[in-house]
């Protein structure tokens, strides 16, 4: 079946920087965009940015502009997500999430990576 | 701030319907049928119950429907069950700089 699975929770001081990974099976991998989204705890869904992983193609949030970085590698099927420069404020589950070109809805989601800044 | 409103919480009886708002602007929700609903239950990953304003993907029962007027859409879930309650949120594409938006979610619970 189609899924995500993404890497452990991470602690980092603040400064620091971190790399989510998120490791697609179950179909093409280059067929579809890999988005990330954050929540941040008992808070609501924060979109961040998409990657196409057939051209490496990104697109940011203008907030994480210069600090996030999205990636893949697909001889493995997996998208990585870096932050860099973190504060307490990006204390979040990170989450990937599947989208088609030309459709507007995610699905599925990876499992969510819980990172902590402190 | 989330770009689209939702109401804070909602709850109902076993086996009533419950309807969650969603209000977004003439650039987002106004201006497509690109309304999506997730379901999240506590510690679980977001689940799609809702895309495209109305559909329905395949195993998502149907006690979930999607509906929309003008800048608000709306998730109604009828017979609920307490395996419905949920935290509910809803997104929509967006003209804007940031071409996706959620809402800040809706706590549902079963009473």
């Known amino acids: 079946q189609v899924q995500l699975v993404q890497s452990g929770a991470e602690v980092k001081k603040p400064g620091a920087s971190v790399k989510v990974s998120c490791k697609a099976s179950g179909y093409t991998f280059t067929n579809y965009d890999i988005n990330w989204v954050r929540q941040a705890t008992g808070q609501g869904l924060e979109w961040m940015g998409w990657m196409n992983p057939y051209s490496g193609n990104t697109g940011y949030v203008e907030k994480f502009q210069g600090r996030v970085t999205m990636t893949r590698d697909t001889s493995i099927s997996t998208a990585y997500m870096e932050l860099s420069r973190l504060t307490s404020d990006d204390t979040a589950v990170y989450y990937c999430a599947r989208i088609r070109s030309g459709t507007y809805w995610f699905d599925p989601w990876g499992q969510g990576t819980l990172v902590t800044v402190s | 701030q989330s770009a689209l409103t939702q109401p804070a919480s909602v709850s109902g009886s076993p086996g009533q319907s419950i309807t969650i708002s969603c209000t977004g602007t003439s650039r987002d929700v106004g201006a497509y049928n690109y309304v999506s609903w997730y379901q999240q239950h506590l510690g679980k990953a977001p689940k799609l119950m809702i895309y495209d304003v109305t559909k329905r993907p395949s195993g998502v029962s149907d006690r979930f429907s999607g509906s929309k007027s003008g800048n608000t859409a709306s998730l109604t879930i009828s017979g609920l069950q307490a395996e419905d309650e949920a935290d509910y949120y809803c997104?929509?594409?967006?003209?804007?700089?940031?071409?996706?938006?959620f809402g800040g979610g809706t706590k549902l619970a079963v009473l």
């Open positions: 997104s929509s594409y967006t003209s804007s700089s940031t071409p996706w938006v």
